[in-house]
C-alpha cells in the first residue's frame, strides 16, 4: 500500500497554509518559518556567545517567524508582528508551493534492503551482483 501526503494535510478549512505545520520559505531578506515554539535548535555560536544570547521561547505559542535575514543573519529578532503583509504575503507563496506540489510517495517497505541480509552493509540490493560491488569497494 502507498502512503501519500495531501495539501489538505497543509492547509486550513479556508484553504489558507497552515502555519501549525513545519515549513521554511526564503525570498529574498525574508524568511517566514512556521510552527518553531521554541526556535528550533538554533544555538549562539561558540565566538558570538559574549555578544548574544539565544531568544527565549515565548509563553505564548507562536507559529510564526519572519526574520530579515541581511539585517539580522543569526534571525533573533522576530518581525511577524512588524510586517503583517510580508507574512501575509509569504504565507501565500508558502500555500501556492503547496497546491502546485507532487504528493510524497512513500513505497512499501522493501524487506531485502536490510543490511541484515548484506552482511550488516548497506549495498545496493537490487543489483543482481551486489556482492561484487561490494568487493570492489573495499
Request: glycine fraction near 4%; hydrophobic fraction near 30%.
Amino acid at each position: 500500500m502507498l502512503t501519500t501526503s495531501t495539501v489538505s494535510d497543509v492547509t486550513g478549512d479556508s484553504g489558507e497554509f497552515n502555519s501549525n505545520v513545519n515549513a521554511a520559505i526564503r525570498v529574498g531578506d525574508w524568511k517566514l518559518i512556521t510552527h518553531e515554539q521554541t526556535m528550533g535548535t538554533w544555538a549562539v555560536p561558540p565566538e558570538l556567545s559574549s555578544q548574544l544570547t539565544k531568544p527565549k521561547a515565548s509563553e505564548n505559542y507562536q507559529p510564526i517567524w519572519l526574520f530579515n535575514i541581511k539585517e539580522d543573519p543569526l534571525e533573533t529578532k522576530d518581525l511577524s508582528q512588524t510586517y503583517p503583509d510580508k507574512v501575509t504575503e509569504l504565507l501565500r507563496r508558502l500555500q501556492d508551493y503547496n497546491v502546485a506540489s507532487v504528493p510524497v510517495v512513500y513505497p512499501e517497505c522493501d524487506k531485502s534492503a536490510s543490511p541484515s541480509r548484506h552482511g550488516n552493509l548497506w549495498v545496493p540490493w537490487g543489483e543482481p551482483n551486489w556482492r561484487d560491488f561490494v568487493k570492489s569497494r573495499t
